[in-house]
């Protein structure tokens, strides 16, 4: 009898569709990725490779080009453990710690997602720009900001603020701060506890959002660009670099550089991705899928 | 430890025995302030050297209208295109078996990924008009690249993963349960879909179609190579903030830059109350 109710009178189970149905469904699906996703990849590395090997890697040992990728690489190094440590440190705050006010808090953690990339460099450009609030003291003490690495790192820790805590935060409220209270009650220090029970509980979310802070911090274009003035070799990170070869039809050797970008976006969904498979349950569930 | 004598003034309600509240509290909201309240200060209070009919005056210049409008239409646009292509990319991947699944599931996040400098100039490539894409539209008479309409494909391109990502798991939660119910009552499959599924989906749907709009509207790396940029046709609003910033027209774009910015906080509402809608339709 349990055939009534798994199939219909076509001989097909109930909860499927039509062998048509399913047809266009995947043609519609896989097609719309073909278009929107395979096919630029395939091209920024087609148009690369164009004048062939040697080419390409002239592009990408050429003095700006590697001035742009060490450029690159040094923001990176600065703005991401910043905002690790800030993730750890609101992630502790937030889940092991009762105050007024948290959800407030939360909200202004998530702030920099909503904000126009544009307008995440404009903020930097309108308090230390040179007709900006704190511009003219700054410069009368020879500091410079905007148009300088600081800027750009500024620019890169404010976009890519919300990451690491946006991961760790749901992650330690579902674990609980159980262990956490039996190591104090035995003794351990502050530090112990968050470097022996604490730490391997999050480690695998940590690296989620580092991974995925540092994909952007170094992709980073619209907040930069306003910062950066563009000053070839000096304060032009990979993705400034590519806009400028571009510019000037230089399309291999702007491509170029960009395959290195679009290697380090598919290096960085490898690693996420294997994350997910091999770790899946020690991630933030709501943000397994972000 | 630093709790007590840091934040003494604050009504002490935490009762944790964890230490390092106020070193971690302390930590978080000075770099909050630092990087993220004093900068954003900064913007609001810019405009203000306008007076209020200065900065209205400001966000009603045509070419800003312009901008505007074209920014929101675009974005809606795409929005729309992602709506209905990410739900079908949502329904193949949850309910649909094939090989490279896990393959596709994963390079649907590629957007979030790349850097929208590298996917600029990649679309551009490909739908101008000696392009791969743009070789077959031209003699149509389709011109993409240079034209609204390939903004709209940049931003349909950013905004792709975020309807997959929202519809995603609420299919997967979906209780097949009730589609069996309904298919045991007589319902066809296209009843069942348009009666049982699709109301249970909606507020997830939404939720994507908000996100990706909001996050197309911002969006500058992708559209600037593909857009053309001409003024009143084909310029984004975030553009013209970075033009009026090189001709050091600050109070200008900081007003833009607020008017944005109030747009996006309602989004951000809208979008907030969309979730707690599905989270309830949902019963999660």
């Not at chain 1, 600065?78 to 007024?100: D, E, L, Q, R, S």
């Not at chain 2, 507020?203 to 992708?222: D, H, K």
């Not at chain 2, 830059?257 to 996006?264: K, N, Q, R």
Request: hydrophobic residues 55%; glycine residues 8%; proline residues 5%.
């Amino acid at each position: 009898m349990s055939g009534a109710v798994t199939q219909n009178r076509a001989g097909r189970p109930a909860l499927a569709e039509p062998l048509w149905v399913k047809a266009l469904v995947m043609l519609a699906a896989l097609g719309f990725l073909g278009f929107f996703i395979l096919l630029p990849l395939a091209g920024v590395f087609t148009e690369a490779l164009r004048r062939g090997l040697s080419t390409y890697w002239e592009a990408l040992v050429e003095p700006d080009a590697f001035a742009a990728i060490k450029l690159t690489l040094l923001v990176a190094i600065i703005a991401v453990p910043a905002n690790m440590v800030f993730g750890i440190a609101a992630a502790w705050a937030i889940t092991k710690h009762k105050f007024p006010g948290k959800s407030l808090l939360l909200t202004l953690i998530d702030l920099p997602f909503s904000v126009s990339p544009v307008i995440s460099g404009l903020v930097y450009v309108l308090l230390f720009g040179a007709h900006g609030l704190v511009g003219p003291w700054l410069r009368d003490h020879g500091i410079q900001i905007v148009f300088a690495v600081p800027g750009l790192v500024l620019a890169t820790m404010f976009v890519t603020f919300p990451f690491v805590a946006r991961e760790l935060i749901p992650l330690m409220q579902a674990q609980g701060s159980d262990e956490e209270e039996a190591a104090i009650t035995l003794g351990a220090s502050g530090w112990q506890t968050f470097r022996r029970v604490t730490l391997p509980n999050i480690r695998w979310g940590l690296l989620y959002g580092v991974l995925l802070c540092n994909a952007r911090a170094m992709g980073e274009f619209g907040a930069v660009s306003v910062v950066s003035g563009h000053i070839r070799g000096e304060t032009n990170t990979m993705p400034l670099h590519v806009e400028i070869l571009y510019n000037e039809y230089n399309f291999v050797a702007a491509f170029a550089v960009a395959s290195m970008l679009a290697i380090l976006a598919l290096v960085t969904l490898l690693a996420k991705s294997l994350l997910e498979w091999r770790h899946g349950a020690e991630l933030a569930a709501t943000t397994r899928r972000h | 430890m630093t709790g007590r004598s840091f934040f003494s003034v604050f009504p002490r309600r935490d009762r944790s025995i964890i230490p390092g509240f106020g070193l971690t509290l302390g930590i978080t909201l000075f770099y909050l302030t630092i990087i993220v309240l004093i900068p954003l200060a900064a913007l609001a209070l810019r405009p203000t050297d306008l007076g209020f009919s200065g900065f209205v005056a400001a966000v009603t210049q045509p070419r800003v209208l312009a901008a505007l409008k074209l920014s929101f239409t675009t974005a809606f646009f795409a929005a729309a295109i992602n709506a209905v292509f990410g739900l079908a990319v949502a329904w193949m991947l949850v309910r649909y078996e094939f090989p490279g699944k896990k393959v596709v599931d994963a390079i649907v996040d590629l957007p979030f990924a790349l850097p929208t400098a590298v996917a600029g100039i990649a679309l551009t490539s490909l739908y101008a008009p000696n392009g791969w894409i743009g070789q077959y539209l031209d003699p149509l008479g389709i011109k993409v690249a240079f034209t609204p309409l390939g903004i709209v494909v940049a931003l349909t391109f950013i905004g792709l993963p975020f309807v997959v990502r929202t519809v995603q798991p609420v299919l997967e939660e979906l209780d097949t349960e009730l589609e069996e119910a309904a298919a045991c009552l007589g319902a066809t499959r296209l009843e069942t879909f348009i009666r049982v599924i699709f109301p249970v989906i909606l507020p997830a749907l939404m939720t994507g179609f908000a996100m990706a709009l909001a996050r197309a509207v911002g969006e500058y790396g992708s559209v600037i190579f593909i857009a053309g940029n001409m003024p009143m046709v084909s310029e984004i609003t975030p553009l013209l903030i970075v033009i009026k910033l090189e001709q050091f027209d600050y109070a200008g774009a900081a007003a833009i830059g607020v008017a944005m910015l109030l747009i996006s906080f309602i989004m951000l509402l809208v979008i907030n109350l969309l979730q707690r809608w599905s989270r309830r339709w949902a019963g999660i």
